[in-house]
């Protein structure tokens, strides 16, 4: 299998982290996770469809959020690893270091997923009162903010009141997530819909990089987001999705979520690829060609 023969100072369920010093450098693998599992099966291309759809928002979002990127391009890697560049081409950012928030900023401008079951039981969605009549994938009034923890690989995220937030970072630190994060999504809602997709929910991760708050990590991918096809897009059914929703439905029809997970079918692994593909496509604009990376 196609790697980096040095270890990395930290891992994610898709990420490798290098530490450089001041700088990291962030290598998005092929590995794809489901309900707190690794999935023994890969995904062709979705490490370069992570890195690339990230740098296309980075890029897009300059101006509303500073970013903390400073490279995709192999010429500029750390010279212990261009002997990976051929694997590295595309997956890779080089980004600067920032101390980061404890928390995930997660936006919802849509009822879905474990938003809809808590409102269907309380009218609420995590501890948001909303108006009554929504029903599975309505469009919200307005987008919600609605932080959660950072777990650990095998643990839950917790949602956490902004109230929560507020004791965990302070008001002035919790509003500027919570603004920031509204600030984003909706910037980045606008041009998805114009695109013909929308951004039904999404995470972003904060970090302080000297006096200022920048975004970091991955941004508004197929992994911390849940994208839904425009045209198709009919309030009070599950939509259709970009993301890997796909491999999620497919485990939830074959699985009964004891023991590890199932080995994927070709079929299915090839299917979320070209779905991966697809939003990075249809959102840039842009023909998904590696070899241009």
Request: proline fraction near 5%; hydrophobic fraction near 40%.
């Amino acid at each position: 299998m196609a790697g980096i023969d040095i270890t990395p100072d930290a891992q994610g369920k898709v990420r490798d982290l290098y530490d450089l010093g001041d700088r990291l450098l962030l290598v998005a693998t092929d590995r794809i996770s489901a309900f707190d599992y690794i999935l023994e099966d890969e995904i062709p291309h979705k490490g370069q469809v992570l890195t690339q759809l990230s740098k296309f928002w980075f890029n897009l979002l300059d101006g509303v959020v500073e970013n903390h990127l400073i490279s995709t391009d192999v010429a500029d890697l750390p010279e212990q690893f261009q002997p990976y560049a051929d694997y590295l081409r595309g997956r890779f950012m080089l980004v600067r270091k920032a101390d980061m928030f404890p928390a995930e900023c997660i936006v919802r401008g849509y009822l879905a997923g474990s938003g809809l079951k808590e409102y269907n039981r309380e009218g609420t969605v995590c501890g948001i009162a909303l108006p009554e009549g929504l029903v599975n994938s309505s469009k919200l009034p307005e987008p919600i903010f609605t932080p959660s923890t950072k777990a650990e690989i095998g643990d839950h995220d917790e949602n956490i009141s902004f109230e929560r937030l507020v004791e965990i970072l302070g008001e002035e630190d919790a509003t500027a997530l919570r603004d920031l994060a509204l600030k984003v999504y909706t910037t980045a809602a606008d041009h998805a819909a114009a695109r013909g997709v929308i951004i039904a929910d999404t995470k972003f991760e904060f970090g302080r990089l000297g006096d200022t708050i920048i975004l970091a990590d991955e941004v508004l991918t197929p992994d911390s987001s849940r994208f839904w096809p425009g045209d198709t897009y009919e309030e009070g059914a599950d939509q259709p999705s970009f993301d890997k929703q796909f491999v999620r439905d497919w485990l939830t029809a074959n699985w009964d979520k004891t023991g590890n997970p199932p080995r994927l079918p070709q079929d299915i692994i090839d299917a979320t690829s070209a779905k991966y593909i697809q939003a990075f496509e249809t959102i840039t604009g842009q023909k998904f060609d590696p070899a241009t990376f």
